[in-house]
């Protein structure tokens, strides 16, 4: 699956029947780390100026990528944000 959403450059995945909790992968130029959407823990290599344009853009976002994971974990097609 490619990127669910580009922001700024910044590279927003979800995979498929992925492990919980809910969570996004994000690729910013070399570093690549995962954020949970929930309680935003942060796993991996991030700048705090990307950890903070991810924390916006999950709180403008949760609902549709909570849809999202739900979709993903039943094995459906999962599709970009749509703005």
């Not at 700024?8 to 954020?35: E, S, T, V």
């Not at 959407?37 to 991810?54: M, N, W």
């Amino acid at each position: 699956m490619g990127a669910i959403d580009i922001l700024r450059g910044i590279l927003i995945y979800m995979y498929g029947q992925d492990h919980n909790p809910p969570h996004l992968h994000i690729k910013d130029g070399g570093d690549w780390f995962i954020i949970t959407i929930k309680d935003r823990k942060v796993y991996g290599r991030a700048s705090s100026k990307t950890i903070r344009l991810i924390n916006e853009y999950i709180d403008s976002h949760e609902e549709k990528l909570l849809a999202l994971w739900d979709k993903a974990q039943r094995g459906e097609t999962i599709e970009k944000i749509k703005h």
